[in-house]
Structures are given as structure tokens and as C-alpha cells.
């Protein structure tokens, strides 16, 4: 169907009739365009072209000769090139109008298409189905490409009529078709305005033609709060299995009027454990008064000196009977490819039973960030126990790490427990000598590396129990002084050693008074990527901390958790990589906006 009905043609250009002013006071969407830089404003015309695109059957624009304030289906626009008379004939900005029609530009430089029309910019030359147009069609200005509006209608098999004046022209066409076989992009919102620091609820329901899965989605411009007044557009494209993408869906979404929350209190309302929020008085609130109780006596031994050995070498060795902790990290230095290993050697004159209870491990990786955060993630999900029985003076392997390229390093954590006396041995070995007790006896000690530390460090659970108050308040951990470090010495050279950091060491923390608050973790020592463990009632879950990257600044605290219970236990061990103190910040849960406290429960 052909729907380039008959049109009236003018000499000169002339202006539509209509029972209204075309051009009243400008709509806020307008406003707002007009008051953006000229790419904001380019990419903001962009955007809404393709909001429209699939919602309307036909796309009409309205603009003025020399004027840059246009409507396009009755929203307001701004055009960075306005319509222009030269050679005595209606010139319009090609790509701008076509993105207002929801078409596409292909082409570069060299040659430009659009629907049925081609032309050179260069000389300027445009064809119509390959037939030559006249000369005046095509003119450049400054760098713009301006087209004749007839020829553009033409081009799009649109309808063009003018005014009686002939400076108002309307140009109405069809959206293009695209690929049947590309996936459609949709969503909404449950509002189209919003007050500063409300929730912003969105329901995707993109779908592809032939029922294929949606392999991905690509999102710009979405928040899930916005707290400053403006307008935002959201835009969404998927792509489905494949590998076609669908045209860019978007929606304008305007936030104005008196805020509902803060930054603060939105997230206390629906930040969910491992999302980082902004509180700027972290550091002001008063420190809980916190009861160290004695715990268990079980003790750490710490690898981590040299912490890239450049042979096969003994790292560190002590002896063990009954519970240990055993904490390692290191990187291979040596030319080829290697594995780390703890092998136990029985020292008594029977039998005795080994039993790991609790193993974490990440290996290899060459990003230190990944190595103290997935161990423990590892280390808390890890469930039942394994033991290997060992003769008298023989020697089992109770840790192998996977192979280890140059250059990739290793971290572990593991809980395990003698039956009696058995001498631990950390080594890292190349990767074609065997874990032997004929092979360690023949390796040498490797020296301390005097940057990193390793040791035996007695003491290593730490059991705090707070009774909260007035809130907001925060638990120090690992500041030295409120919390100090862990002392030990290094058993193969008798050094007295202190444990800065206390990696390893386990905190068992029991709050009293738990219920209804929230609880986030602050850093004040620098990058942070680690790993809690919480006990809630009958809801035991370890939390990711924070959910992507990582957080570095005490004014933004990661959400933990946000208990049901009044007794609530926080299991944490500072992670490897990363740096102390950090603040536990306790708030009250639910914070009271001006509207009353709305909280906008779904969740598509």
C-alpha cells in the first residue's frame, strides 16, 4: 500500500491551518530539552524516536522555517538544525528528522541511505531509487546534511502538506517495519512521574517473535530511584539466541515536587544485603560498647611469607594437636607451573585421625581482589567433614591446590582437627615433584620475605557481644586499638610476629536488641571485597559484600542484613586482600519519609 497520498505542491513554502496555536507555551518535556547542551539534546530526540517507534502507526513532525522548536506526535521538541529555504526550496536536517520518524542513517561519509534515497554529501548528489535528483534536493551547511522535504517524504513514502504561509510544513510517516525475526524490546514503568527519591518499579516483558530464549539485555539511563528534579530517559535493547538485536525501546520519566527519601532512607527501605548506599555521617555516629567474652583457644597458622616463593620450597611449618585454623596465600614465582600443598606428618607412636571441618579455596587467579573474597564465600558454604587416618611417622597431603600457571596465585582457609600431635607443613612444589616425605626433607626453608607475615597465633576466634541502644551506631573491628591485633611467633625462626589485619582470625559477634534494625558494613582502611556470615533465627545465609566490586570508602556502607530476630550472630573473618578497620553500622530498619513511609513492595 502506497501511502503517499496526492499533496498539495507550493512554489514557495507555506504554513499548515489548525484550530490551535502550534506553538503554545512549551510542555516540560520541551522545557527540559531546550535547557540540555546540544548532543544531550540530540541523544535525548534519539531516544524518544525510538520510545515512539513501536507505540504509534504513523509518526508525524511539525516544525517552522528557521525555527528550532518543534512537535513530534504532539510532544515538544528541540531541532539543532532548523528548517531552512535555500535556493527556493523547504530544506530539512536529514538526520534529525529521521530520528524523529524512528528511521535509521545507514551509510558513512561517502554514501548516505534512507528508505528509497542515496546520496553523496560530498558533491552533494542524492538518487531517488537510482534515478538523479536535481541539484538544489542536497545542500550541506556547515557540516549538516539538509535534504528537500519533498524528496524526503518521497524517500519515506510519507505524507508532506505546508500551511497557507508555507513556513509550517507536517511531515506524517510510518515507522519502519525492521527484521521479523529480531526480538521486541518493552518495558514500563508504574508511573511516568515520579517525586525525587521514589522507587521506580519496572515490568520488562520484551519478547522474541519466535518464542527464542533473550540471551541478554542492555539497559542506559535506568536508576531505580532518581533524587534530583528532571527528566531521564530509560532505554532498553535485548538480543535474543541468535545474536539479532532489537531496536532501542525507550521511556521519558519525569521526577519533580517534594522528595519522599533521601539517599539513606530509600535505602533503608529496599537495599537488599550487598548493595552499597551513600551515608556521609558514618564516621560521627558513637561507638557500641562492646564485651569481649572468652572463646576457644584454637590457633592460626598463617602462610603468606615469602608470599611469592621463586623455588620449590618450605613456606612454613608448626606442630598441631587437637583444633588449628590454617590460612594461606600465595602466588607462584617460580618459572613453570606449581601447586600449593599442607602436609601432615604424624608425630605420635599410634594412628591418629585427621579431619577437615571447614575448607575454602580460591585457585588460580590472577586478581588479588577475587582470592580473600571467594575463599570465605567457599569456606562458609562448606559442609561435612573429611579425615584421613595417618600411621606413625607418615606423611598424607590434607591440602592440594589446583596447578598454579606463573604469575597465579592461591588462597585457602581451613579448619581441621588432630587426633593427636601432627607437624603441619606449607610447600610450594613444581609441578612434576610429589607432595613426599622424601622430597620435603630434602627442601629448604624458604626466608620471610620482611613485607608479608606468617606465623602461629593462638587465639584466633574472637567472641564480641553488643547490646544495641540508641541508633545509628557502629562496631569496630581491626582498628588496633578497640580491637587489637593478634601476637604469635614464626615457628621456624622464633620471631615474635604480629598479626596486622588479623586475617583468619574469626569474629563471632551476637547482638542483642537486633530486631527491626539494619546492619551494613563501613570500610575506613581502604578497598574492601569480602564475605559474612549471618544467623537470623532459623535463616543462615553468608552475604556477598558488596555485591559487585568492590567498596573502598567509609561514607559508603554495604548492606548486610537486616535481622528478624532480637538475638542476631555475625560470623566474619577479614578477608585476604583487602584492608581493616571496617565499622559494623547498626540503623533503625525503616525510616519514616514525608509522605508517611510508602514502601512500593513489588518486585517483577
Excluded at 510517516?173 to 522507587?199: C, I, M, V, W
Excluded at 608448626?318 to 606428618?345: K, S
Excluded at 588496633?480 to 614464626?490: E, H, I, K, N
Aim: net charge neutral; charged share 15%; with cysteine.
Amino acid at each position: 500500500m502506497n501511502f503517499s497520498a496526492p499533496l498539495r505542491r507550493f512554489s514557495a513554502p507555506e504554513t499548515a491551518r489548525s484550530s490551535r496555536p502550534l506553538f503554545s507555551s512549551p510542555l516540560p518535556l520541551f522545557s527540559s530539552l531546550l535547557a540540555r547542551p546540544p548532543l544531550a539534546r540530540l541523544g535525548a530526540l534519539l531516544a524518544l524516536s525510538c520510545s515512539l517507534a513501536g507505540a504509534v502507526s504513523s509518526v508525524q513532525l511539525q516544525a517552522v522555517i528557521d525555527q528550532s522548536a518543534a512537535y513530534r506526535n504532539g510532544e515538544a521538541l528541540t531541532l539543532l538544525s532548523p528548517p531552512r529555504v535555500v535556493r527556493g526550496r523547504t530544506l530539512l536536517p536529514l538526520r534529525e528528522v529521521a530520528a524523529a520518524l524512528g528511521q535509521s542513517v545507514l551509510g558513512d561519509g561517502t554514501q548516505l541511505l534512507l528508505g528509497r534515497l542515496s546520496l553523496d554529501p560530498r558533491k552533494p548528489q542524492a538518487f531517488l531509487d537510482g534515478a538523479p535528483q536535481p541539484v538544489e534536493s542536497v545542500a550541506l551547511v556547515g557540516s549538516v546534511v539538509y535534504v528537500s522535504a519533498r524528496l524526503l517524504a518521497d524517500a519515506l513514502n510519507a505524507n508532506l502538506s505546508f500551511s497557507d504561509d508555507g513556513r509550517t510544513l507536517t511531515l506524517t510517516a510510518l515507522p519502519p517495519g525492521g527484521n521479523p525475526l529480531s526480538p521486541q524490546a518493552r518495558f514500563s514503568t508504574d508511573k511516568a512521574s515520579y517525586a525525587p527519591g521514589e522507587r521506580v518499579v519496572y515490568t520488562e516483558y520484551a519478547f522474541d517473535p519466535d518464542g527464542s530464549d533473550l540471551t541478554s539485555r542492555k539497559w542506559a539511563g535506568r536508576q531505580d530511584v532518581f533524587f534530583q528534579p528532571g527528566t531521564y530517559t530509560v532505554t532498553l535493547q535485548v538480543t535474543n539466541a541468535r545474536g539479532l538485536v532489537s531496536q532501542p525501546y525507550s521511556r521519558t520519566i519525569t521526577v519533580t515536587g517534594q522528595p519522599i527519601d533521601s539517599p539513606l532512607s530509600y535505602a533503608l527501605k529496599y537495599a537488599t544485603p550487598g548493595d552499597t548506599f551513600a551515608d556521609s555521617k558514618v564516621l560521627s555516629y558513637p561507638a557500641l560498647n562492646a564485651q569481649t567474652v572468652q572463646a576457644s583457644s584454637l590457633p592460626l597458622l598463617f602462610s603468606d611469607s615469602p608470599e611469592t616463593p621463586a623455588q620449590s620450597g618450605i613456606l612454613y611449618q608448626d606442630t598441631v594437636a587437637g583444633q588449628a585454623r590454617l590460612l594461606a596465600y600465595h602466588v607462584n614465582g617460580l618459572p613453570g607451573t606449581a601447586r600449593l600443598y599442607v602436609v601432615a606428618r604424624n608425630l605420635e607412636t599410634r594412628p591418629i585421625e585427621v579431619r577437615t571441618d571447614r575448607l575454602g579455596e580460591t585457585a588460580p587467579t590472577r586478581i588479588e581482589g577475587l582470592l580473600g573474597q571467594v575463599t570465605l564465600l567457599d569456606y562458609f558454604a562448606s559442609s561435612g567433614s573429611q579425615s584421613v587416618t595417618i600411621q606413625p611417622g607418615e606423611s598424607v597431603a590434607v591440602y592440594a591446590s589446583p596447578t598454579l600457571s606463573p604469575g597465579s596465585g592461591v588462597n585457602m582457609m581451613q579448619d581441621l582437627s588432630a587426633s593427636g600431635r601432627a607437624e603441619l607443613t606449607f610447600a610450594m612444589l613444581e609441578d612434576s615433584l610429589p607432595p613426599s616425605a622424601q622430597v620435603l626433607q630434602q627442601l629448604p626453608f624458604m626466608q620471610p620475605d620482611a613485607r608479608h607475615q606468617r606465623g602461629t597465633f593462638p587465639n584466633a576466634v574472637r567472641s564480641i557481644r553488643v547490646t544495641l541502644g540508641q541508633l545509628p551506631a557502629r562496631l569496630v573491628i581491626g582498628d588496633g586499638l578497640l580491637d587489637p591485633a593478634l601476637t604469635g611467633v614464626d615457628a621456624l625462626t622464633g620471631q615474635p610476629q604480629r598479626l596486622i589485619g588479623n586475617y583468619g582470625v574469626l569474629y563471632d559477634i551476637q547482638v542483642q536488641g537486633a530486631a527491626g534494625t539494619a546492619v551494613a558494613l563501613s570500610p575506613r582502611g581502604g578497598l574492601y571485597r569480602g564475605a559474612m556470615n549471618i544467623v537470623d533465627g532459623p535463616v543462615t545465609q553468608a552475604i556477598k559484600l558488596p555485591k559487585v566490586g568492590s567498596t573502598s570508602t567509609a561514607d559508603s556502607p554495604t548492606l548486610l542484613w537486616r535481622p528478624a530476630s532480637n538475638l542476631f550472630n555475625i560470623d566474619f573473618v577479614p578477608a585476604s586482600g583487602s584492608n581493616l578497620p571496617i565499622s559494623l553500622i547498626f540503623y533503625k530498619a525503616s525510616a519514616q519519609s514525608a509522605f508517611g513511609g510508602i514502601i512500593k513492595r513489588y518486585n517483577p
